[in-house]
């Protein structure tokens, strides 16, 4: 059996560190798997659906290296949902129910009052013919729930939780349509997963008691429902659900300079016990995923691990991977010269402006005649092979200085900074013109 996995976003706003962990997982075990990766917009929400995200999200993927096989939108799918909806209706899987969002309110305050659960107490199967007829003659339109079997218990065994177990008399009878014939999420989901041969559905453990739910509605469907595996939710550095978890997205890691590839390594491991290792390569988070390596508990998410990581990436990454993203003028040479002392690709055009200046020189006055020196002794170096080197050889025995006495100020000139790049890479990028400019400048 091909496995088939399937990320399911509502086109209601950007993706988010959730959303982004949730369909790397999903893509990463139909790969391991060797199997198909499913892209489903769950735009059955008119009024807050917008093009515009449908948009955002399939760029979003493809940034992520996490395409695709197929694509397909729930509100193609109505006439699908409406089939299935009747047969189940007539069956008697699915009934009307006629209370006012008010009525049930009511009904769970006096239940909780009561000590009770606030369980749908079903007063709407008890309704006669003539009176649903009375119901629907005033204006009543229903909602619709579906019926829950309460002879068995519902049991299956998840990849990462392990064997679950629930009482349907315990749940609500779910509404999976309102009375204006808009759908809610679970029924078109299950019906979905049917009908696209869905093996495999990974989200987080918020979703378990819809599961339960769901697993009733396959089987009333006539299908086996598929496997699950449900993950721990991600948790801020605050130790607790973190809200501003659901506001970061791919924009603003784009925006702050993160590749897509820092991403995947982090999320890939995320509750695992696995370390997370700076991978540029797909490969190995691919072949190392497995839901048997996740953890129960909340997976915290830090984004400066994330910069970290982003960083040990880019120090590996190949000037032909970058060369688009860099200034016009900057060669490989000096790529590699840089490479080492950035975050972010961004950070590069500092680099490049302490190349090509101007630069704001760093003197603290003591050093005028050292760096006169230095410009006489550049003056009359080979710049052809390791001027840097025979820049420092040559003052070394001319000023006796060596270690920090001889090497800072000479970097403070050239460059204006007191840290940075290795200098016998950096000088040669600066040239001989520009080095004796600025040695000379005090």
Do not use: C
């Amino acid at each position: 059996m091909t496995t088939v996995t399937r990320f399911a976003p509502s086109p209601t706003g950007r993706l988010h560190v959730g959303n982004i962990r949730t369909a790397l997982h999903n893509w990463l075990f139909a790969q391991a798997s060797g199997g198909k990766f499913m892209l489903r917009i769950d735009d059955t929400d008119a009024e807050r659906s917008e093009e515009r995200f449908v948009e955002a999200i399939r760029a979003d993927l493809a940034w992520l290296g996490l395409a695709p096989a197929a694509e397909v939108r729930q509100s193609a799918r109505f006439a699908l949902y409406q089939e299935r909806f009747d047969a189940l209706v007539a069956a008697g899987r699915i009934y009307p129910a006629y209370e006012t969002a008010q009525e049930l309110d009511l009904k769970r305050k006096i239940q909780r009052g009561r000590g009770l659960p606030p369980v749908y107490d079903r007063a709407a199967l008890a309704l006669s013919d003539a009176e649903r007829a009375r119901l629907e003659a005033d204006g009543v339109r229903p909602h619709w729930r579906f019926r829950l079997d309460h002879g068995a218990t519902i049991e299956w065994r998840d990849l990462i939780r392990g064997d679950q177990h629930f009482d349907p008399a315990t749940m609500s009878d779910p509404v999976v349509r309102r009375a204006d014939g808009s759908w809610l999420y679970m029924l078109p989901s299950a019906i979905d997963d049917v009908d696209l041969g869905i093996t495999h559905v990974v989200r987080g453990e918020d979703h378990v008691s819809n599961t339960a739910l769901q697993i009733q509605m396959f089987e009333a469907l006539g299908a086996a429902p598929p496997a699950f595996a449900h993950e721990a939710l991600l948790t801020g550095n605050e130790g607790k659900l973190s809200k501003r978890l659901g506001s970061v997205g791919v924009d603003q890691f784009r925006e702050a300079g993160i590749e897509p590839q820092a991403i995947r390594a982090l999320l890939a491991r995320l509750g695992t016990s696995d370390p997370v290792e700076p991978v540029v390569d797909v490969a190995p988070l691919v072949a190392g995923f497995d839901f048997s390596r996740f953890g129960r508990a909340p997976a915290r998410f830090d984004e400066a691990e994330l910069a970290q990581v982003n960083a040990r990436i880019i120090h590996q990454l190949a000037f032909a991977a970058v060369a688009d993203r860099l200034p016009a003028a900057m060669g490989e040479a000096a790529w590699e010269a840089v490479r080492p002392n950035i975050g972010t690709i961004a950070e590069v055009r500092d680099w490049w402006q302490v190349i090509e200046g101007p630069i704001d020189r760093v003197d603290s006055g003591e050093d005028t005649d050292y760096l006169a020196a230095a410009a006489e002794a550049a003056a009359t170096i080979d710049w052809a092979s390791d001027p840097w080197h025979a820049l420092t050889t040559r003052l070394k025995e001319s000023t006796g200085r060596k270690g920090k006495a001889l090497f800072l100020p000479l970097r403070r000139a050239l460059t204006g900074r007191d840290h940075g790049p290795d200098m016998a890479a950096l000088l040669p990028l600066i040239g001989r013109d520009r080095a004796l400019s600025r040695l000379s400048a005090g």
